[in-house]
Each structure stands twice: as structure tokens, then as C-alpha cells.
């Protein structure tokens, strides 16, 4: 399998999409829709009593690892040009390049989608030019004041400071691997800033669950995904490490391209445990208690892992990923999957006739539980997300990406190592197959502004 490069004209790098990543995509998109409505309907606190709908209840508590795979992605796909200069050699990144691709990216849908919260559900609630400015600066999630629709959005912001953070962060690991040649120990020495991004994520989760009694605004600060971040920046490191030593790769590497779906299969098996909730009651919607909520961690890290494993490891392919992933309305929905996450909170508000556009201000969603059949919500949310994720998509996304390239095909001036177009919901990735003969390692630029 070819690698992507980032000469592609705006055209071409729209067709360059590998189909099993639009796919897993989209049916983790389609999965956060269902996980929503799941606990808008069935999935209740355990003051309402058992689980609603019993085994279907424990099934759908037990699926809260949808949005991991969005964030490794990124990780991935938006560090490895980084870790192909510190490992590889390769030309450092243009930060130009990637600012402009990533808010030509994130920030238009986002804003069309706050737009129209604010004007259909949120009007009577505005009390101050602040609260109207707030979202539009990626601010929201640091107050208390609620913005029906935008119940989801706290991952934009999220996935916002991940990109001004990460050239800072490139740049640590890349001092870290200054002075050494072989490129395995390169990656270990790189890897230190992981390690310690998984263990803040263990922190935070413990901090939080131990200091408050329900989801503060604290919950959706970055601290609280930083390990699905790093763990993408790992699959990044050992990608690049297989083009320029592929005899040296780790074992799940040449595992993953024997026995892909062994890793599906230890995935499963997360799910299962934690569908059992260990320290919880299974099938309920309670904030956990510290040792809850740290198992939780450790078992959605470990589930989006070994998820996402088969999907970056070249030729870690089989039938059943195939036909899961790579059919033509699972990569639809792939396509689409950024709208999708950020419009369907606003269609639960329609279905639910909660916001301003009925006269009222919004009730939170919380307040609204059990007012409505799973079947009963979930067929006008899908159907309603869809249309308007189309829409959105082929009107305002696709358009003003487009726009970005054309601008980035002007500023360039030679080959920059791949810089996807994309993020967690579209960027273009396509693993590099290693080479027969690994190449001589050239020694790595002394830093990132060389």
C-alpha cells in the first residue's frame, strides 16, 4: 500500500481516503448516536430502579468508548509528520500548512453548528454578549452556562489545544532522540512524553471522581482523553519506525498482520468487562466512584487499542473488517462523520421540542430522561443527523476544505512530509507497507525550527 504524500492536489487528495478508516468512522459516529439515545431512553440512573430494558440497557452503559478511535486518529495521523523528521530525517513540517488545514477543518462546521443552537434552541437563554462570543472562541466548556446542542461539542476545543500543543510537544520528543542514531531507541526515548499523557489521564480520571458527585465542567478538559492522544503519537512512532527498520517492529505488529482479528477479538472482550461495570452497577447511568471510573479508564484505553490496531498496521486486513468497514454506507457515514457527531444533540432537542424555538427555554437533556422509547427517539435522530451531516457536509465542509488546499498548494514551494488534510473525522491515511531492505537511517534535524 502506497503512502500518502502531501503534493496531492486539492482533487486528488479528496479521492485518496482509505475506505476501512472512513469506515471505522463512521460506525463509531453511528455508535455515539445510539450511545445518546441509549441514554436519553434506556439507560438511567440506579434511583430509577434495575436497567430499564435489562440486557439491552447493560449492552448499551457498557458502550462509552466510541469517540477513543477519533482521538488515536488524530494522534496518528497529525503527529506522524513530526515523528518521520525526528526518526526518518524527513523535511520538518510546515506549521503554516497545518494550522490552516486543521481550522479550515474544525472550525466551520463547528461554527454552524453553534450558529444555529444559539438561534433555534439557546435564543431565550443568551444574557450576555458573552455568552453569545463564548462557543464561537471555543470557550464554552470552561463555564457552567448551558448551550442545548452543544452537549457534545466539548471535543472541539479539546481537539483544538491537541493541535496547538502538539508542534511544543514534537519538538520535546524530538530533543529527546537528539544525539542517538538507532532509530528503536529513538522511539523509546520519544515515547517518555506518552507515558506520561497515559498516566494523566489515570490521574485526572481518580481526581475527578474522587472530588466531585456529578460531571463538573472539569470532566471535559483535555486531561480526560490525553491517553487516547498519546496513543495515536505511538502508533505514529512505530509507522515511521517500520519504514526505516521493518525487521525491528514491535510484536503486536507482525501479530496484527497474522492474526488481525485477534485484536477485534481482545476488544470484545473490554467491551464485556465493561459492560459488567465492575465497581458500578451494570446497566446505569451513575457518576463512579474513583476505583469505577479508573477500571473504566484502563478498560477503554485497552478496547480502543486493540481496536484500532488491524486498522494502522499495513496489511493487517481480514473478510470480517472488510465487510464491516469498507462497505459503501459505512464509508458514507465515515464521510459525514463530523457532522454527524456535532448535529445529532441538536436533533434530540427538535424531537424532544426543548429550546427556544418552542417558546421556553432549553431543558437540559438530563431533565428530559425516559420521556421517550429508545425506537422512538433513535429512528427521527438518525434520520434527521444524516440529512443535515449531508448537507452540511457537501455545502460548507467539503467547500471551504477545498479552499484550504488550493491555499496550501500556493504557499508550497517543495514536498513538506505528509501532512494530512484531515482529522479524527476525514483526514487520508494509508499505511506505509515497509520496504524489502530497510534504508539508512540520516541523522534527525537538531530541532523543529531548523
Known amino acids: 500500500m502506497a503512502a500518502l504524500t502531501g503534493g496531492a492536489d486539492p482533487v486528488a487528495r479528496a479521492r485518496l481516503r482509505v475506505p476501512r478508516l472512513d469506515g471505522i468512522r463512521g460506525l463509531c459516529a453511528m455508535a455515539v448516536v445510539i450511545t445518546h439515545v441509549a441514554f436519553a431512553t434506556i439507560v438511567l440512573s440506579s434511583q430509577a430502579g434495575p436497567p430499564k430494558e435489562g440486557i439491552w440497557s447493560i449492552l448499551a452503559a457498557g458502550q462509552v468508548g466510541a469517540i477513543g478511535p477519533f482521538f488515536i486518529l488524530s494522534g496518528l495521523l497529525l503527529y506522524r509528520p513530526f515523528a518521520r523528521m525526528s526518526i526518518a530525517g524527513a523535511p520538518k513540517p510546515n506549521l503554516k500548512i497545518f494550522f490552516v488545514r486543521r481550522a479550515a477543518r474544525l472550525l466551520p462546521a463547528f461554527w454552524l453548528v453553534t450558529t444555529a443552537c444559539i438561534l433555534v434552541l439557546n435564543l431565550t437563554s443568551i444574557e450576555s454578549l458573552w455568552d453569545l462570543v463564548r462557543p464561537y472562541l471555543l470557550l464554552h466548556i470552561y463555564d457552567s452556562h448551558y448551550y442545548a446542542g452543544l452537549d457534545v461539542a466539548w471535543t472541539v476545543p479539546t481537539e483544538t489545544q491537541f493541535y496547538l500543543v502538539l508542534p511544543l510537544l514534537a519538538l520535546l520528543m524530538h530533543r529527546l532522540a537528539r544525539g542517538v542514531t538507532d532509530p528503536v531507541a529513538k522511539v523509546r526515548r520519544m515515547s517518555i512524553p506518552l507515558v506520561v499523557l497515559v498516566a494523566v489521564q489515570f490521574v485526572w480520571t ?196 477545498q479552499l484550504g488546499e488550493r491555499l496550501v498548494a500556493r504557499w508550497r514551494v517543495a514536498p513538506v512530509a505528509v501532512t494530512p488534510a484531515g482529522d479524527a473525522s476525514t483526514a487520508t491515511y494509508e499505511p506505509v507497507a515497509p520496504a524489502a531492505q530497510p534504508a539508512p537511517v540520516p541523522t534527525a534535524p537538531s530541532s523543529l525550527t531548523r
Not at 469498507?326 to 457527531?341: C, F, H, V
Not at 445529532?344 to 437540559?364: K, N, R
Open 206 to 401: 481518580w481526581h475527578l471522581n474522587a472530588h466531585f458527585s456529578t460531571w463538573p465542567p472539569e470532566y471535559f478538559y483535555p486531561f480526560s482523553v490525553s491517553g487516547l492522544f498519546a496513543i495515536g503519537m505511538g502508533f505514529a512512532l512505530v509507522a515511521v519506525l517500520a519504514e526505516v527498520a521493518p525487521e525491528r517492529v514491535p510484536g503486536y505488529y507482525r501479530l496484527a498482520r497474522s492474526r488481525p482479528n485477534l485484536f477485534w477479538l481482545g476488544a470484545l472482550v473490554m467491551y464485556g468487562i465493561n459492560c459488567a461495570q465492575p465497581f458500578a452497577t451494570p446497566g446505569t447511568a451513575d457518576w463512579l466512584s474513583p476505583e469505577a471510573a479508573l477500571v473504566r479508564c484502563v478498560l477503554l484505553l485497552a478496547f480502543t487499542f486493540l481496536l484500532m490496531v488491524p486498522l494502522v498496521v499495513p496489511d493487517a486486513s481480514s473478510k470480517l473488517m472488510e465487510a464491516v468497514l469498507s462497505n459503501g454506507p459505512m464509508r458514507y457515514l465515515g464521510r459525514i462523520s463530523y457532522g454527524i457527531y456535532l448535529w445529532h444533540f441538536s436533533i434530540m432537542y427538535l424531537v424532544f421540542e426543548s429550546g427556544s424555538i418552542f417558546g421556553a427555554p432549553p431543558v437540559p437533556v438530563q431533565m428530559l430522561l425516559g420521556k421517550f422509547g429508545f425506537w422512538e427517539l433513535i429512528l427521527p435522530v438518525v434520520v434527521g443527523t444524516i440529512a443535515i451531516s449531508s448537507v452540511s457536509y457537501y455545502l460548507v465542509e467539503r467547500p471551504i476544505i
